[in-house]
């Protein structure tokens, strides 16, 4: 299973959860599971069915160029990170 650290802004979806083991294959299941889980996950972290642009994703210290296509191990270590680089496209915002 893969640990899923969940950022700042995203805690009131999840009652304060900060991180939880899930079993995923890649980072689109990791993202099922979690709107499973907290209802509206997917609303914060996706648009159109990708990734928002104001959000990165780092799987084992390195930022994943494949979105939700990048692989996900057996302890593998997951971060949903805002996105500081070239601001905001236009997309749905991570915080609300």
């Known amino acids: 299973m893969a640990r899923v650290f969940i950022p700042t802004m995203l805690q009131s979806l999840t009652s304060g959860v900060k991180d939880l083991w899930i079993d995923a294959r890649n ?4 993202v ?10 997917s609303d914060r972290l996706l648009v159109e069915g990708n ?3 104001t959000v990165v994703v780092s799987v084992d210290g390195q930022v994943s160029r494949l979105g939700l296509l990048e692989r996900v191990q057996d302890e593998s270590e997951v971060h ?17």
């Open 27 to 30: 980072i689109e299941e990791v």
């Open 32 to 41: 099922g599971i979690l709107e499973k889980q907290f209802p509206g996950m």
């Open 51 to 53: 990734l928002v642009s």
């Open 80 to 96: 949903f990170v805002p996105n500081m680089g070239g601001g905001c496209n236009g997309s749905h915002p991570l915080p609300e």
